[in-house]
């Protein structure tokens, strides 16, 4: 299993309007493209982020790497983009690839 993981610390000011267009909007967006499985939404909470954001972690779970390539290319950049442009330095955000070895 490959797990896409997109860490993101938003401005608290817009943390609600953040999580809403998370919900409604972008991740149904990935996951209609048919690349993943299923999508969790986590807030962090420890470490405390620092003051004035909020932290947030979304997983997205794909079968292959190939699912996943084919996210990168056909699909990332755009959505990449929308989210770029709504929250234009009232965010950061970093991206990790893991895959799963096991389940206990």
């Known amino acids: 299993m490959i797990i896409y993981s997109v860490t993101v610390s938003i401005d608290n000011a817009v943390e609600a309007d953040w999580v809403a267009w998370m919900r409604t909007k972008h991740i149904p967006d990935v996951m209609d ?7 969790h939404l986590q807030r ?4 405390l982020p620092e003051a004035g954001v909020s932290t947030f972690n ?6 292959s790497m190939e699912a996943y390539e084919a996210y990168v290319e056909l699909h990332a950049p755009r959505l990449q983009t929308e989210h770029t442009m709504r929250y234009k330095d009232r965010f950061a955000a970093f991206r990790t690839l893991l895959r ?3 389940s206990f």
């Open 33 to 39: 493209t048919g690349c993943f499985q299923t999508g």
């Open 58 to 63: 979304v997983q997205y779970e794909c079968v």
């Open 100 to 102: 799963r070895e096991d």
């Open 44 to 47: 962090l909470l420890d470490p």
